[in-house]
């Protein structure tokens, strides 16, 4: 069995391996491995190409900007996504816009270790996919398996575009596969995560776990919910959207993210915009509730979204 943490290590450890060009920069990446260990025994294998970084986000993405414009292909790992607002210029300013401003590629990969734990609180559990997914020049991924974790890291290293990769801290150790696979979906594409014929539950990251568990809740009272990973939130894969939406008539988007703005509002208002005569019911959106993450375990498990509370929205919008 092969863990989403390890997919993700071993990814670089095959994304180092083939390609010269590839190196990790980021706090204690080195010989301590990462906060993680996402880095674990890299340092070790691959010398002089894991290179650990002073606590500056901003200039860590900085330079693996500068990098990047010289052929380099770097992986940056921030301990915490929450931390990558501080680097938050180079990237939607300085990466994001570099390929548009000077037709010179940008090929770097943000690590951003993602989403809430019990306990973390409110500097280390944030969820910031909407974010860097507003700004033209950025691709934003989102792994909910660790299948994905795996092959759409090396894809991320192979984009020319920078890539900002949403890895959840919640699935490192509680995802697990059989074996790492061999073949991929495409980038931009989403996933049926399961079919369905009475709801679309479109979602991604995490939340597509707690998708899958309230799906099955419902499916005991003879509900069939079709659950759609996005896996990708830029781009979206809105034509899988609109197809699933068209075989339920009904559409419920998930995220961990908090309310206002964001993945879920983007996926309602494509679907009211451009597949408005498919829906029987109005659409709805469930996300974590409008405050800062709560440290305390109790309070952080009906922050956000889980199978129970995914379950009670579904059934409302079942009725209506």
């Known amino acids: 069995m092969i863990t989403y943490l390890e997919a993700i290590r071993e990814a670089q450890a095959r994304a180092l391996r083939d390609d010269p060009r590839v190196y990790i920069y980021g706090q204690d990446v080195g010989q301590f491995g990462g906060a993680f260990k996402a ?12 290179l650990d970084a002073p606590i500056s986000e901003d200039a860590i993405i900085g330079s693996a900007v500068g990098a990047a ?17 501080v680097g938050l210029n180079q990237i939607v300013n300085h990466a994001a816009t570099m ?22 609180g409110p500097f280390h559990s944030q ?3 909407a974010l860097y997914a507003h700004y033209p020049g950025t691709v ?5 398996t660790v299948e994905d974790a795996y092959s759409m890291l090396l894809d991320a290293v192979a984009i020319d575009d920078p890539v900002i990769f949403c890895e959840h801290k919640y699935l490192y150790y509680h995802l697990k596969a059989e074996a790492l696979p061999s073949e991929a979906m495409p980038v931009g594409k989403a996933r049926l995560a ?15 776990h707690e998708a899958l568990a309230a799906a099955a809740e419902l499916s005991a009272e003879g509900w069939e919910v079709e659950v759609v990973d996005l896996r990708t ?10 197809a699933s939406v068209a075989r339920t008539g009904r559409l419920l988007a998930v995220g961990e993210a908090f309310p206002w703005g964001g993945v879920t509002a983007e996926v309602v208002a494509r679907v009211a915009s451009e597949g408005f005569d498919l829906l029987d019911a109005p659409p709805r959106r469930l ?3 409008d405050t800062p993450v709560p440290y305390h375990p109790n309070l952080w498990g009906t922050h956000r979204p889980t199978a129970r509370t995914i379950a009670s929205e579904a059934r409302q919008l079942l009725r209506v």
Not at 99 to 120: H, N
Not at 140 to 144: D, F, H, R, S
């Open 69 to 85: 414009l010289e052929g380099m292909r770097p992986i940056v790992e921030m301990q915490f996504a929450d931390f990558s607002t």
């Open 140 to 144: 934003v991924m989102t792994p909910a």
């Open 194 to 208: 399961r079919p369905g014929r009475d709801l679309s539950i479109v979602t991604y990251s995490a939340m597509v």
């Open 233 to 242: 939130v830029k781009p979206l894969d809105t034509d899988t959207i609109l």
């Open 287 to 289: 996300n974590s509730k």
């Open 127 to 129: 969820s910031m996919e």
């Open 99 to 120: 390929f548009w401003r000077t037709q010179t590629p940008c090929p770097i990969t943000v690590r951003l270790p993602s989403g809430g734990t019990a306990g973390a």
């Open 39 to 50: 880095t674990k025994n890299l340092a070790e294998e691959f010398p002089g190409r894991v």
